[in-house]
Structures are given as C-alpha cells and as structure tokens.
C-alpha cells in the first residue's frame, strides 16, 4: 500500500507541472501521406486516448502490384486524406492488424464500401465491433493472401487473452510494418502523467510493452516462431503505430526489440 500511495503522489506531483499540448504529442504533419521508400507511406495523426492516455498514432500505406493502397491501421479519416491517398491509388484493402486497432475503421468503410476490410482472428467477435456495424470480409492468416502475396509477406503474432497482432514486410521496400509489438514513444512529447506510465511500461524504448510481453509469454513457443520467421527479413526499416520508426540499422535494432522473447529459457 505504501508503494501504490508513493506512486499516486508521484503522479499527482507530475500532473500539477503543466500540460503538453496534443500538437508536442503527435508528428507533425498530421494526416497526410508522407513517403518513406518506394511503395510505403505513413500518416501520423492523433492523439488518441487510449486508458485516459493521450498517445500518437499512425497508419501505414502500401502500394500493391495493381496499384492499389493497402491501409494499414487506418487512423481518422477527413476529405483532404482521402483525396491525397486517391492521388497514389485507388484504396482496395483495409487492415485492422490488432484487435485494439479498430477505432477508425467504420468512417473508411462508409468513405470506401468495396474495399476489402481484413481483420485479425477474433475481432468480429468483440462486442464494439458489432455495434459499430463495422463489416470484417477476411480474417488475416499466417500467410499473405494472393491480393498481395507477390508483394508483401505477413505472419500473425499471438498471446493470451486472445491476443493477435500480424505483421507485413513489404519486400520492395525491405519494409516491415507493426502495429503494438514494439513501442518507441518520446516521453518528452508525452503529458507529464502519460510519459511517466509508458516509461514503466517500456513503451519508450523501443521494445515490446511490458503489458504485451505478458500474454505473449503465456504462449512463448509460437510467438517465438512468428518472431523469428520476423526476424529474418532482415528489414531496411521498422514501422509501427506508436513512437519513432526504426530507420537505420532497422535489423539490429528489431532484434534487440525481441532479446526479451528469444534469449535461451
């Protein structure tokens, strides 16, 4: 009890030094495509809040062998977003890589009805989901479908409590894309509270959350597995919804990402 009330104080005292404001939190420019290689684009937006949190977010854009966009974790939609994706193709597939990552989906369905919306196991099942009206065509799977199989290779990641994430590597790019396995938020863009829990959490180190390492251990083996097979595509760069991607030395910093999980025991 002494240790909780230590903490309450803690975070009390942090609260009353000031308030960050959701620009300092987000990337700006915010809800535009920005391009990263050939064929990948990102979109920062946010803040969401996520638990009483304010957080970044961010959705990824792939460019398909067709032409089309694959919309990775789609975050708010607005008129001037729609028309910049439109500019590099036409909008085709929707990814909602988590089951924690759905909040936007209803408002890019209703803006693309013939889109493709590709979700991971169990998602359609939640109660939010349901009422949201939200339509899931596909559940993702351990391999790419032929949609974009030529292009981009893909793995799903599970835990306890029903926990999935899947990932993509887009090999053109040599770009692998993730939504919550890895975490790398700025705590000095975070409100004082916030930073504090994620830095606790191990969210702004550019490693998985201490909150994901937990169901992810309950199933150790086949995460081990999916991460591996993550591992060897050996990527360019690392791409995921919250915090700064990893650029240079992208490999060696995903596997440091994962010492965690793969060490021995």
Partial sequence: MLVAAGLTALALAVRRKGRVSDAQ???PPLDQPKPLGDGVWIVDSGPIS????????????????????LLHSPTRYTP???QAIEEIGPVRHLIAPTIAHSSFL?????AYPT???????????????????????????????????????????????????????????RTLVLADLIENMDPAKLPPVTSLLMRAAAATR???????????LSKKA?????????????PRRVIFSHGECFGEHASEHLRRAFAWLMKSG
């Fill in 25 to 27: 939190i987000t990337y």
């Fill in 50 to 69: 996520a638990a009483g949190m304010k957080l970044p977010v961010r959705m990824t854009m792939l460019r398909l062998s067709d032409g089309s966009v």
């Fill in 80 to 82: 001037r977003l729609a």
């Fill in 106 to 110: 209803a408002e890019w369905q209703l």
């Fill in 115 to 173: 889109a493709k919306l590709w979700a991971v196991p169990g998602l359609r099942d939640r109660g939010l989901v349901r009422r949201s009206g939200v339509r899931i065509d596909a559940d993702l799977a351990h391999a790419a479908p032929a949609e974009w199989a030529d292009a981009v290779d893909q793995g799903l990641v599970r835990g306890g409590g029903g926990f999935c994430e899947a990932w993509f590597f887009h090999r053109p790019s």
């Fill in 206 to 216: 550019g490693t998985t959350g201490f909150h994901v390492r937990a169901v992810l």
């Fill in 222 to 234: 086949e995460a081990r597995k999916s991460v591996s097979h993550m591992i060897a595509t050996e």
